[in-house]
């Protein structure tokens, strides 16, 4: 028995279910990623049915797929951080005029990958994915095509290339990744050798989502207070920077709740999602415009901070709660 | 000083009470290395002086050459140092000094028809070389001299734009090379040794202001090393921050290992040119060096790691290395590190030997380029692999965390506002 209990002992641990992250896969990734690729596949249909700017159909099916978007947002592991996915379905901000650039190459003609439009995917991601579809959709500069203009053919050549790629994420997280993530600490597992190591890719992915919010959503268009810089606010053109906000803030939350949903381990976390997420309703600031108006932008200041704050209560409630602490961070380095 | 060559081997065998001195002595060696390589850099941007020296005193084809020799001379040491920048707030706060990109270079000087500036960058076509006189955010600038104040204190960063880079190596690239207007065949930027001819025979206008900004960016350049070089030296500031307290030096070499693989090059520096299929990314854009400097990048993070540097001049500066300390608690995780740190570099050093063959780095970044795309993409496979070690290895350290010493934002309000 004794030598038994040795050779036990030395037996590799083999995972074992992990119920965070069986949250995380099972309520949080697995309809998110659904719902992305259905979104972006109406997106692509109603392109079809008509590539018009101002369509009211084509329109909500844009703002359709980019609700979805910011519901998937959160996931900084597996299959939107390869192949440079996450740029492609979402390359912002861009804060160097690449996606301008870029159209009005396409569309100028000196390009000829309209002509075959399913090798979109080659093109630059400034020119892919769902703020190229904003651009062209909203941007006075660019939404004044017919039906038989080149920006027509974009329209529908991005679409499908976004339909595509959300296809690719949800067909990997349902047949690939979810299972790398359930299996962490397994011998075969290469990419989690423990399922703290998986824990950590999901902390540290919310962790850097909120500090994307505080430094991109609403640090660029804040600016400084003598230099606001009210153009580089997310979703300006098509008046949506407030509902892009609240719409991350209410995935982060989703997430949240799915690692540690045990109110009482994470108490002021919780309290910091109820009273930013009413800050946020409140703002009445579509556009954030608002930076240029002393009061107004009172209030944004006023909500980073509080998000600031969100995160750094959540590193601490959380970090306990998980027994993890933040890995490295995609937005560190400049 | 550089004291570790003598306690070289002194870590093998430790027991854990001997933890802590092997630990002071890891980051001892690292501040010798930074010592050494700031040093080195310091001095090849002496010669680059020199070097610019001669060419302002004789334009000729042979001395443009040979300031353009001196400058890639000194990118390699430079870029070495660059594993320094993450994890000490001393060089966090110089470098954009020295190496701030991308830039906007027609705030400096003429550019072709057809060039963008960053977006809202009302200075992106200033050419400050041709402007002895401008007006900056509603205030009357005379720049009759070029001085350093007028390139440090007025145009780096002005209007609070980061594209606004009027001085250090970039700078410098640019006055040297000019525009790199071909991208889809080899070939460097273009400017003629007669953009320095101060009289007849002067092109491009202005060559004596010309001149004296080249003359002006290079010495800043050799004044900002000295500074830096000091700050490793014994007493200095940066040596002191990283060898106080060795497990949180020890955070730091990693937090700078794993920041300048992960978020500088294999999320912007090197990914974004890629994607976004644009030489304008390209790291070294004016003098297509970007191959060597994506190199010497990740041989600074393996010098760091193996505890070990090969100074300008063949000799070697060595001792107890962070591979040694990981070595003591998980020998496979300290192996299969440094194999994967080696793979990063011959991946880079592929980059290297495609240039070399013909295929420039811009050229790579070309829309439908495959092999060019599969050549960068190995680099970033090569620095996301070593990333996940270097978590890991923060973990075996028991110095768990650490990553983010250099996370400001994490707390609270902090530097968020800035």
Same mark, same amino acid.
């Given at each position: 028995?004794?030598?038994?209990?040795?050779?036990?002992?030395?037996?590799?641990?083999?995972?074992?279910?992990?119920?965070?992250?069986?949250?995380?896969?099972?309520?949080?990734?697995?309809?998110?990623?659904?719902?992305?690729?259905?979104?972006?596949?109406?997106?692509?249909?109603?392109?079809?049915?008509?590539?018009?700017?101002?369509?009211?159909?084509?329109?909500?099916?844009?703002?359709?797929?980019?609700?979805?978007?910011?519901?998937?947002?959160?996931?900084?592991?597996?299959?939107?951080?390869?192949?440079?996915?996450?740029?492609?379905?979402?390359?912002?901000?861009?804060?160097?005029?690449?996606?301008?650039?870029?159209?009005?190459?396409?569309?100028?003609?000196?390009?000829?990958?309209?002509?075959?439009?399913?090798?979109?995917?080659?093109?630059?991601?400034?020119?892919?994915?769902?703020?190229?579809?904003?651009?062209?959709?909203?941007?006075?500069?660019?939404?004044?095509?017919?039906?038989?203009?080149?920006?027509?053919?974009?329209?529908?050549?991005?679409?499908?290339?976004?339909?595509?790629?959300?296809?690719?994420?949800?067909?990997?997280?349902?047949?690939?990744?979810?299972?790398?993530?359930?299996?962490?600490?397994?011998?075969?597992?290469?990419?989690?050798?423990?399922?703290?190591?998986?824990?950590?890719?999901?902390?540290?992915?919310?962790?850097?989502?909120?500090?994307?919010?505080?430094?991109?959503?609403?640090?660029?268009?804040?600016?400084?207070?003598?230099?606001?810089?009210?153009?580089?606010?997310?979703?300006?053109?098509?008046?949506?920077?407030?509902?892009?906000?609240?719409?991350?803030?209410?995935?982060?939350?989703?997430?949240?709740?799915?690692?540690?949903?045990?109110?009482?381990?994470?108490? @002021?976390?919780?309290?910091?999602?109820?009273?930013?997420?009413?800050?946020?309703?409140?703002?009445?600031?579509?556009?954030?415009?608002?930076?240029?108006?002393?009061?107004?932008?009172?209030?944004?200041?006023?909500?980073?901070?509080?998000?600031?704050?969100?995160?750094?209560?959540?590193?601490?409630?959380?970090?306990?709660?998980?027994? @993890?602490?933040?890995?490295?961070?995609?937005?560190?380095?400049? | 000083?550089?004291?570790? +060559?003598?306690?070289?081997?002194?870590?093998?065998?430790?027991?854990?009470?001997?933890?802590?001195?092997?630990?002071?002595?890891?980051?001892?060696?690292?501040?010798?290395?930074?010592?050494?390589?700031?040093?080195?850099?310091?001095?090849?941007? %002496?010669?680059?002086?020199?070097?610019?020296?001669?060419?302002?005193?004789?334009?000729?084809?042979?001395?443009?050459?040979?300031?353009?020799?001196?400058?890639? #001379?000194?990118?390699?040491?430079?870029?070495?140092?660059?594993?320094?920048?993450?994890?000490?707030?001393?060089?966090?706060?110089?470098?954009?000094?020295?190496?701030?990109?991308?830039?906007?270079?027609?705030?400096?000087?003429?550019?072709?028809?057809?060039?963008?500036?960053?977006?809202?960058?009302?200075?992106?076509?200033?050419?400050?070389? #041709?402007?002895?006189?401008?007006?900056?955010?509603?205030?009357?600038?005379?720049?009759?001299?070029?001085?350093?104040?007028?390139?440090?204190?007025?145009?780096?960063?002005?209007?609070?734009?980061?594209?606004?880079?009027?001085?250090?190596?970039?700078?410098?690239?640019?006055?040297?090379?000019?525009?790199?207007?071909?991208?889809?065949?080899?070939?460097?930027?273009?400017?003629?040794?007669?953009?320095?001819?101060?009289?007849?025979? +002067?092109?491009?206008? $202005? +060559?004596?202001?010309?001149?004296?900004?080249?003359?002006?960016?290079?010495?800043?350049?050799?004044?900002?090393?000295?500074?830096?070089?000091?700050?490793?030296?014994?007493?200095?500031?940066?040596?002191?921050?990283?060898?106080?307290?060795?497990?949180?030096?020890?955070?730091?070499?990693?937090?700078?290992?794993?920041?300048?693989?992960?978020?500088?090059?294999?999320?912007?520096?090197?990914?974004?040119?890629?994607?976004?299929?644009?030489?304008?990314?390209?790291?070294? +854009?004016?003098?297509?060096?970007?191959? $060597?400097?994506?190199?010497?990048?990740?041989?600074?993070?393996?010098?760091?790691?193996?505890?070990?540097?090969? %100074?300008?001049?063949?000799?070697?500066?060595?001792?107890?290395?962070?591979?040694?300390?990981?070595?003591?608690?998980?020998? $496979?995780?300290?192996?299969?590190?440094?194999?994967?740190?080696?793979?990063?570099?011959?991946?880079?050093?592929?980059?290297?030997?495609?240039?070399?063959?013909?295929?420039?780095?811009?050229?790579?970044?070309?829309?439908?380029?495959?092999?060019?795309?599969?050549?960068?993409?190995?680099?970033?496979?090569?620095?996301?692999?070593?990333?996940?070690?270097?978590?890991?290895?923060?973990?075996?350290?028991?110095?768990?965390?650490?990553?983010?010493?250099?996370?400001?934002?994490?707390?609270?309000?902090?530097?968020?506002?800035?």
């Amino acid at each position: 028995m004794r030598i038994l209990a040795v050779v036990f002992l030395l037996m590799p641990l083999h995972a074992q279910a992990d119920g965070v992250i069986d949250r995380v896969v099972d309520e949080f990734a697995l309809p998110a990623v659904a719902a992305f690729a259905e979104r972006a596949e109406a997106l692509n249909e109603a392109a079809k049915s008509t590539c018009a700017a101002e369509h009211p159909a084509l329109r909500a099916a844009w703002n359709a797929a980019m609700d979805a978007w910011l519901g998937i947002q959160d996931l900084r592991f597996g299959p939107l951080e390869d192949a440079a996915r996450r740029q492609a379905i979402a390359y912002w901000p861009d804060t160097r005029g690449h996606r301008e650039r870029a159209l009005s190459r396409i569309l100028s003609g000196q390009d000829p990958i309209l002509t075959t439009p399913d090798r979109y995917n080659q093109e630059p991601v400034s020119a892919r994915g769902l703020y190229a579809i904003e651009t062209m959709l909203y941007d006075p500069d660019f939404n004044h095509y017919g039906p038989s203009d080149p920006g027509c053919l974009l329209v529908r050549a991005a679409s499908a290339d976004l339909a595509a790629i959300a296809a690719e994420v949800h067909n990997e997280w349902q047949n690939e990744f979810a299972d790398v993530m359930r299996t962490a600490g397994e011998p075969s597992n290469t990419r989690f050798l423990d399922s703290t190591e998986a824990r950590q890719a999901v902390f540290t992915a919310l962790l850097t989502s909120i500090q994307f919010d505080v430094l991109e959503r609403l640090g660029l268009p804040l600016g400084t207070f003598d230099k606001p810089r009210p153009l580089r606010a997310e979703s300006r053109l098509s008046g949506r920077s407030q509902r892009n906000l609240e719409l991350s803030l209410a995935g982060h939350d989703r997430l949240a709740r799915a690692l540690v949903p045990d109110a009482a381990a994470n108490v @002021v976390t919780r309290e910091d999602f109820e009273r930013i997420g009413w800050m946020a309703a409140e703002l009445d600031d579509p556009d954030f415009s608002g930076v240029e108006n002393p009061i107004r932008r009172f209030r944004l200041e006023a909500l980073q901070s509080a998000f600031a704050l969100l995160r750094s209560e959540m590193n601490r409630e959380l970090s306990a709660a998980l027994g @993890v602490t933040m890995g490295l961070n995609a937005l560190d380095g400049d | 000083m550089l004291r570790s +060559c003598i306690i070289l081997v002194t870590t093998f065998g430790a027991s854990v009470s001997g933890w802590a001195s092997d630990r002071a002595q890891v980051v001892e060696t690292y501040s010798d290395i930074a010592e050494a390589a700031y040093s080195d850099s310091l001095t090849m941007a %002496r010669q680059l002086q020199a070097a610019v020296d001669s060419l302002i005193a004789s334009p000729s084809e042979s001395t443009l050459d040979a300031a353009r020799s001196a400058w890639l #001379a000194a990118r390699d040491p430079y870029m070495q140092t660059e594993v320094y920048r993450f994890g000490n707030p001393i060089v966090d706060d110089w470098e954009g000094k020295v190496n701030a990109w991308p830039l906007d270079e027609g705030l400096i000087d003429y550019v072709a028809a057809g060039y963008f500036g960053a977006g809202e960058n009302e200075l992106a076509e200033l050419n400050v070389i #041709a402007s002895p006189r401008f007006a900056l955010s509603g205030r009357e600038i005379e720049a009759d001299v070029i001085t350093a104040e007028l390139l440090s204190d007025v145009l780096q960063e002005a209007g609070e734009n980061e594209a606004n880079v009027a001085t250090g190596y970039h700078a410098i690239e640019f006055l040297l090379w000019g525009q790199d207007l071909t991208s889809n065949a080899p070939g460097a930027g273009q400017r003629p040794y007669s953009d320095f001819v101060v009289g007849e025979g +002067c092109t491009g206008d $202005n +060559c004596d202001r010309r001149a004296e900004y080249l003359n002006v960016a290079t010495d800043l350049l050799v004044s900002d090393l000295e500074w830096i070089a000091a700050q490793w030296t014994d007493g200095g500031a940066a040596r002191s921050a990283i060898t106080t307290d060795p497990d949180a030096g020890l955070a730091a070499i990693l937090t700078g290992m794993g920041n300048l693989s992960y978020g500088e090059m294999a999320g912007q520096r090197v990914k974004l040119g890629l994607i976004l299929n644009d030489p304008e990314e390209e790291h070294d +854009c004016f003098s297509d060096n970007t191959p $060597n400097s994506h190199f010497h990048d990740v041989l600074g993070i393996q010098n760091v790691y193996r505890g070990q540097y090969k %100074r300008i001049d063949g000799s070697v500066v060595s001792g107890a290395s962070l591979r040694n300390a990981i070595s003591e608690v998980d020998p $496979n995780l300290a192996n299969t590190l440094d194999h994967e740190i080696s793979e990063t570099l011959q991946a880079a050093d592929a980059l290297r030997a495609r240039a070399a063959d013909g295929m420039s780095y811009d050229m790579m970044l070309q829309v439908g380029n495959d092999e060019g795309k599969a050549l960068i993409n190995s680099l970033i496979d090569g620095l996301v692999a070593q990333s996940r070690s270097i978590e890991r290895a923060s973990a075996a350290l028991d110095l768990a965390g650490v990553v983010l010493e250099a996370d400001d934002t994490l707390e609270g309000a902090g530097d968020v506002f800035q």
